[in-house]
Structures are given as C-alpha cells and as structure tokens.
C-alpha cells in the first residue's frame, strides 16, 4: 500500500538560510499534518491542513509557513533557519472523511541539519 | 508538564518474557493510538483505540483503553527480538482541536535473545 512520501529525506543548511520540506500524502487522504521531533523528543505538532486550509497551529515559529496544494501534497517553508531547528521532520496524513481522522499515517521524516 | 506520561521510559527483557507499557492522563482522550518507532524512522501505526474499555489484540500485542479514556496499556506476550523499538502512545484530546496529537516520551524496549 503507498505510505506518506517526503523528500528530501536529508537536508543539510547553514544557519540563516531557508529549507523548503515537502510531503506528498497517502492517496485520497485530505489532511496533512506537520510534527518536529529532536533528537531523544517525542514529535511535537506543528501545523495542519485540511482541503488545503489550515485546520490547526501547534508550536510552529512564525519563521516556518505551510500550506497544501491542490493535489493535497503539502510544503514546510523554513527561514532564517536555527541551530535548533535541527530535527527530525514529520508528516502524517489522515483522511478526514473516512470517519477515521484521527488515524494519522506518518511519513519516513526529513531529516534536517543546521550547521 | 506531559500530558501523557509513559512508564518505564526503558524496559530491557530477556526473549520469551511479557511485558505491559503505560500510558497515563488526567485528560479524556477522544482517541488514542500506539505506534512503533525505529531510529531515524517515521512512526507506525500500531493500533487505535476509541471506545472506553477497548481491548484490540495485534497477534502477541494486547491493547487497552480505560473506561475513563484516560490511559491505556500495551501488553506484549513473550516478547521476541523483533519486538525492540520504541513504543509511543499518542492522543487527540477530547477538549482539543481535533488531530492534533499529543505524543507521549515512549517508552524505549530492548529484547534479549
């Protein structure tokens, strides 16, 4: 069965600059949500995204934006990027019509290095 | 604080042994879901509960949700090798925005052959 896709699986930067994270979400899945996990952390909410409208806002810094596109894949913006925003990055999908929303599906991460 | 306080956060087992995790709230839980997490791996979705008192049995895995859904429990049956990983149990609070998952500090396994 296709799993969550997200690319790129590494990601190497250096301070102040921008990474751009994508994640394309099980077939017919409408919802996508976003969770960073540090090293030894248990993965912490981001954002999420319903029919391509933002459903929630978890911990996000105002220098990360989202959104999720017409084909329901989704992109995590990052700038101005931190020591501290090196992680683990996450995506999950879920299908809100299903009745089963809360099931979430995550992806492999990205893993995501600021030097 | 956690909302989801996990327990033991480490449990080494020799192979053949049974073992139960916790998961503990004093938030109601609309649902509540276990997944297994390997190194620098994605989540996977083990199993979710959804009704008070559910029990759900994944072949050696048996899972609890308490009546209150406020906690829940994994029991493993002789535990094999291939059973090591780390165990998360995750939520959706019933008084929260839906979806969003509180994440248990996992419980970390590690069978002995």
């Known amino acids: 069965a296709a799993g969550v896709i997200q690319s790129p699986r590494h990601l190497i930067k250096e301070k102040r600059e921008t990474a751009t994270l994508k994640c394309y979400p099980i077939p017919r899945h409408d919802t996508v949500y976003w969770y960073q996990q540090g090293p030894g952390q248990d993965p912490q909410f981001l954002i999420s995204?319903?029919?391509?409208?933002?459903?929630d806002k978890g911990s996000i810094p105002d220098r990360f934006s989202a959104q999720q596109f017409s084909d329901y894949h989704s992109e995590l913006n990052m700038s101005s990027l931190e020591l501290g925003d090196s992680a683990l990055y996450f995506c999950?999908?879920?299908?809100?019509?299903?009745?089963?929303?809360?099931?979430?599906?995550f992806g492999p991460g990205t893993r995501l290095t600021v030097l | 604080t956690q909302l989801l306080e996990q327990s033991p956060q480490f449990l080494s087992i020799q192979e053949g042994e049974n073992l139960t995790v916790y998961c503990n709230s004093s938030?109601?839980?609309?649902?509540l879901q276990w997944y297994r997490q390997e190194p620098g791996e994605g989540p996977v979705l083990l199993v979710t509960v959804v009704t008070g008192g559910e029990v759900k049995k994944l072949k050696r895995l048996t899972f609890q949700f308490g009546d209150a859904r406020k906690d829940s429990s994994l029991h493993i049956t002789a535990a094999q090798p291939g059973d090591t990983g780390l165990y998360l149990c995750a939520g959706e609070r019933e008084d929260g925005s839906q979806g969003n998952l509180i994440f248990g500090k996992g419980t970390k396994l590690s069978v002995k052959p």
């Open positions: 938030s109601v839980f609309s649902s």
């Open positions: 995204f319903y029919e391509k409208m933002q459903s």
């Open positions: 999950a999908s879920s299908s809100g019509t299903s009745g089963r929303a809360y099931e979430q599906f």
